[in-house]
């Protein structure tokens, strides 16, 4: 079996808020986020050693929300 390994190079953007409260004795936590990010994904031998196919690209979370 071949291994692959996946990473983040860059967040590009990141923003939002998120806020938190207390109501009627209990933690409130509310948040919504944007978030841009490049990964990349290698494909290693079966030894591990060489990387044989390489892929990468950009991932938009557009709203990420409680």
């Known amino acids: 079996m071949n291994d ?4 983040i190079k860059e ?3 990141f923003k939002g808020e998120a806020s ?5 004795g209990k ?10 990010l490049d990964w990349q994904c290698d494909m290693m ?5 060489n990387v044989v196919a390489s892929c990468f690209g950009n991932y938009e979370f ?3 929300s409680d």
Do not use: F, M, N
């Open 45 to 49: 031998d079966k030894e591990g050693k």
């Open 4 to 7: 692959a390994h996946l990473w």
């Open 20 to 24: 938190s409260s207390i109501r009627k």
């Open 62 to 64: 557009p709203e990420i």
């Open 11 to 13: 967040i590009k953007e």
């Open 27 to 36: 933690k409130l936590v509310s948040y919504e986020y944007k978030i841009i």
